[in-house]
Nanobody, 118 residues
Framework: QVLPVESGGGLVQPGGSLTLTCVIP????????AGWYRHVPGKLRERIAG???????TYHEAVKGRFTISKDNAKNTVYLQMEQLKSEDTGDYYC????????????WGQGTRVTVSS
């Protein structure tokens, strides 16, 4: 199984912006929801943004109003535009497809690290 490939992370100052990109190979991309997940040491990985195959979008309360998820079906790519970044946004970011129960079902990629610090 080909893994998702995330990119775009880095070091950014509080209040700054970053855009993450993820390519999820395979035909399942257009038939399933895609989400961005964040893992912080000591905590479980959690979904912070999701977009269904029909384009319905949900956000975790912690990022609502600051992050924007979008996708390009022709490129099997999902994006996460992050603005007004805070130190608590620091973590490893992953993408995955998830089923109707909200359960991610592809193997995890390497992720991309976001560090928000002055």
């Amino acid at each position: 199984q080909v893994l998702p490939v995330e990119s775009g992370g880095g070091l950014v100052q509080p209040g700054g912006s970053l855009t993450l990109t993820c390519v999820i190979p395979g035909n399942a991309f257009t038939r399933n929801a895609a989400g961005w997940y964040r893992h912080v040491p000591g905590k479980l990985r959690e979904r912070i943004a999701g977009i269904t195959e029909s384009g319905s979008i949900t956000y975790h309360e912690a990022v609502k109003g600051r992050f924007t998820i979008s996708k390009d079906n022709a490129k099997n790519t999902v994006y996460l535009q992050m603005e007004q970044l805070k130190s608590e946004d620091t973590g490893d970011y992953y993408c995955n497809l998830y089923d109707y129960k909200g359960v991610p079902f592809r193997s995890w990629g390497q992720g991309t690290r976001v560090t928000v610090s002055s």
